[in-house]
């Protein structure tokens, strides 16, 4: 398993405008093509705010990568794209390994 982690920094004052268009265009397409959503969050009052963090599990690297490419394809994932990339400011992405004595739950 791996477990793919991507922070934005969403541009101020925009951050409920895109949780509003991520919940009703992007999140539904991710969830039908990427599958197991694992962590879905938003930074509040402490640390650095305006970010959203999720995190989506994977059985592999290729796994993610022909689920990306499946998403990638998809024209309503362009379409959704169009709207909300004007609202972030910047996104960092990780790949995330579990640890040898760590045994994650089954999905």
Request: glycine fraction near 4%.
């Given at each position: 398993m791996i477990v793919d982690h991507r922070t934005y920094?969403?541009?101020p004052g925009k951050l409920a405008e895109y949780?509003?268009?991520?919940?009703a265009e992007g999140y539904p397409l991710q969830l039908k093509i990427l599958g197991n959503n694992i962590g879905w969050y938003t930074s509040?009052?402490?640390?650095p705010l305006n970010q959203v963090v999720h995190m989506w599990?994977?059985?592999?690297?290729a796994d993610r990568e022909a689920?990306?490419?499946k998403l990638a394809a998809e024209p309503a994932w362009q379409q959704f794209?169009?709207?909300?990339m004007p609202l972030l400011d910047r996104m960092e992405n990780k790949i995330l390994r579990p640890t040898a004595f760590f045994n994650p739950p089954k999905a």
């Open positions: 920094w969403v541009k949780l509003k268009l991520y919940a509040h009052d402490i640390g599990a994977y059985d592999s690297l689920r990306r490419n794209l169009e709207k909300a």
